[in-house]
């Protein structure tokens, strides 16, 4: 049974930084995608970023570009997002997710970032 499960989430003023972590357990994932998403308040769900387990290429999206780093820890078997340079609209729960091949199958619980202006 695959679990992912997110920590690291926080209250933080604007310009701070946050990491948080994803532990994968369950399975083998050197064929995953791992990713990040964040749902704000009131809104939709939405992607942030997203690494290749095998080779480690990441994909941001436009909002989070140079502020955000996604990496990973193969021994570890976690996921890591390295969030700076933090702002007001960053506030949301961040999720962690896992694919193969398709759609994200695999989430975890979420973990709950508020900036403060």
């Known amino acids: 049974q695959v679990q992912l499960v997110e920590s690291g989430g926080g209250l933080v003023q604007t310009g701070g930084s946050l990491r948080l972590s994803c532990v994968a357990s369950?399975?083998?994932?050197?064929?995953?995608?791992m990713g990040w998403f964040r749902q704000p308040p009131g809104k939709e769900r939405e992607f942030v970023a997203e690494i290749r387990w095998s080779g480690g290429s990441t994909h941001y999206a436009d909002s989070v570009k140079g502020r955000f780093t996604i990496s990973r820890d193969n021994a570890k078997n976690t996921v890591y997002l390295q969030m700076n340079s933090l702002k007001p609209e960053d506030t949301a729960v961040y999720l962690c997710?896992?694919?193969?091949?398709?759609?994200?199958?695999?989430w975890g619980q979420g973990t709950q970032v508020t900036v403060s202006s």
């Open positions: 997710g896992a694919r193969s091949g398709g759609g994200y199958a695999y």
């Open positions: 369950g399975r083998t994932f050197s064929t995953y995608i």
